[in-house]
């Protein structure tokens, strides 16, 4: 049996979805099993990583294990969910496990470093017995339903960075390889780095998705100090906010193509397009 933790989320989501399909059992994690709307074949579990005995319940008897959280960073001492996550599957005796991590995990020396390194060593380290793989992937495409409310209500959106370009990457595609992990041993100890297969910026993207839904969307770009003091007022910590800005704004990493996803794949990424169309119901209400 194989849990999927963050099983509502844009990959965990894909995921059971996908061994669903695939025949294999599948427990879905989530804080609230009851609102989860899940394929058929999938088991809901309540999981709370603030809850060890939650977790200790959600990850008995599986053998198979997909790791993410959506804590954010700077909003513990470390990343503590993580951890409790990682000592929940070794208490389980999972024996594969998917870790959903960053692009750059762990590279540098700024608190989004510092947390992902120390998230990441929780699974690869030695002592556990498992066979464990990294996804790193950079943006991902379902970002851009973040402004689905606004094209709710307009044509317009206010989009912070609009010119930073990314290789954003279909969450279906991560969902796909972590499938794999999963079920053969083929990327047991394997880290993998990960990229769509354009570099568009999201006001590429918003172009694109309006020739999609067939409407003249317009972009209104957000200077970057409003987005710094946007990040502020959501709650981010100073030190991650100066941490986003430099990275941001000082580097461009993240709009490389990287060539491992369509190798692993077999097949060429899903470009932005082939994601809008997929998912082009969700800007309409």
Known sequence: MILVTGATGHVGGELVRRLTAAGEPVRAMTRRPAEARLPDGAEAVHGDADDPASLDAAFAGADGAFLMSAQGVGTAPGPTHDLALARAAARAGVRRLVKLSVLDAGAGTDVIARWHAEAESAVTDPSRDWAWTLLRPGRFMSNALQWAGQLRAGDEVAVPFADRPAASVDPADLAELAARALTTDEHAGATYELSGPQSLTPADELSVLGTV?????????????????????????????????????????????????????????????????????????
């Open 213 to 285: 839904l067939g409407r003249e969307l317009r972009l209104r770009p957000v200077p970057s100090d409003a987005a710094r003091s946007g990040m502020s007022r959501y709650g981010f910590p100073p030190e991650v906010v100066d941490a986003i800005m430099r990275r941001t704004l000082e580097s461009d990493r993240g709009a490389e193509v990287l060539p491992a996803l369509p190798e692993l794949l077999g097949r060429p990424a899903r470009t932005f397009e082939e994601w809008a169309k997929a998912h082009a119901g969700e800007f309409a209400g």
